[in-house]
Structure formats: structure tokens, C-alpha cells
């Protein structure tokens, strides 16, 4: 009697719900939403008032030569009033209106096949996760994948 070997990754993936086409997308917005509220965040030190009390080191050493004016760099600038991508956006169809700006760009659709990149490591991938969809490369990503991404932290 010959009984087939069978993949054990296949087997558990039979076991496992699988998500549909308007799920996987659902859960990609999420995750992107998710990765722009946690790329962009208001300074947390910009209402902080200095203490009179604290040594003023750098101005003594400056103080040897004369008082000098205290001057802002341009990093304070950009880190101090710097705005989210739809903001950007906003701001670019309220100074333009007229085409061509963000909104009415376009460009024709491409000739050659669209690449499909890791989830896990960003390196090409040839490997689809079975329930959620997302792509992986290498059986070391799917182990992490399937550790700490797939199906969690989702509604």
C-alpha cells in the first residue's frame, strides 16, 4: 500500500479560512492607513518652554566674543511646519486648479508585466500567501509572515 506524501504547509492551509478579494483589499487599506498616521505625528517637544534655571552651555561659549543672535536653521523650519501627503495635495489643487496638477496626472498603462515585491523583506517575490494574499519570496519570509502578519491585527 503506497500512501502519497502530502506538504504540510498545503495541509494547514486547508485548515485556515481564506480571505476574499474585497478582505484582502480592505485589509491593505487598513495597513496602508495604519503606515501613514504612524509615518506623520505633530512634534511632541513643540510646545516645551526651557527653564531659566537650565545652564545655557553653548551661549558661554559664545558669550566670549559678544552676544550673538540665535539663529534657526532650515531643518527647524521643515521638522516645525512640515504636513501629511494630503495636505500637500490639497495645498497643490488650491495654488493650481488648473490641469496639469496632482489630481489629473496620468500616464498610460505600462507594456511590460508588474513586478510583485515581498511583504516581509521587499525582495521579488514568486510566492503568494494562500489565505490573506500577501506575497512572499523565500520559506524563511512565509515563516515570518505567517509569525507575525498574516490575519492579525485585522477586523
Not at 504540510?8 to 487599506?29: C, H, I, P, T
Not at 519570509?141 to 485585522?154: E, F, V, Y
Request: hydrophobic content about 30%; some cysteine.
Amino acid at each position: 500500500m503506497a500512501t502519497g506524501r502530502e506538504s504540510g504547509r498545503l495541509k494547514d492551509a486547508n485548515q485556515k479560512r481564506v480571505l476574499d478579494e474585497a478582505a484582502r483589499r480592505r485589509r491593505m487599506r487598513k495597513a496602508l492607513e495604519a503606515l501613514e498616521l504612524d509615518n506623520f505625528h505633530d512634534d511632541p517637544h513643540a510646545d516645551l518652554v526651557m527653564s531659566k534655571k537650565v545652564p545655557k552651555f553653548q551661549e558661554t561659549l559664545e558669550s566670549r566674543g559678544g552676544r550673538k543672535k540665535k539663529t534657526r536653521s532650515a531643518e527647524y523650519y521643515k521638522q516645525r511646519f512640515r504636513k501629511t501627503f494630503a495636505q500637500l495635495v490639497e495645498e497643490d489643487q488650491n495654488y493650481n486648479p488648473d490641469p496639469p496638477n496632482y489630481i489629473t496626472a496620468q500616464a498610460a498603462p505600462s507594456k511590460v508585466p508588474e513586478r510583485h515585491f515581498c511583504a516581509v523583506c521587499g525582495f521579488i517575490s514568486n510566492y503568494k500567501c494562500i489565505p490573506c494574499g500577501a506575497r512572499y519570496c523565500s520559506v524563511r519570509c512565509l515563516g515570518t509572515h505567517l509569525d507575525t502578519r498574516c490575519l492579525k491585527w485585522t477586523a
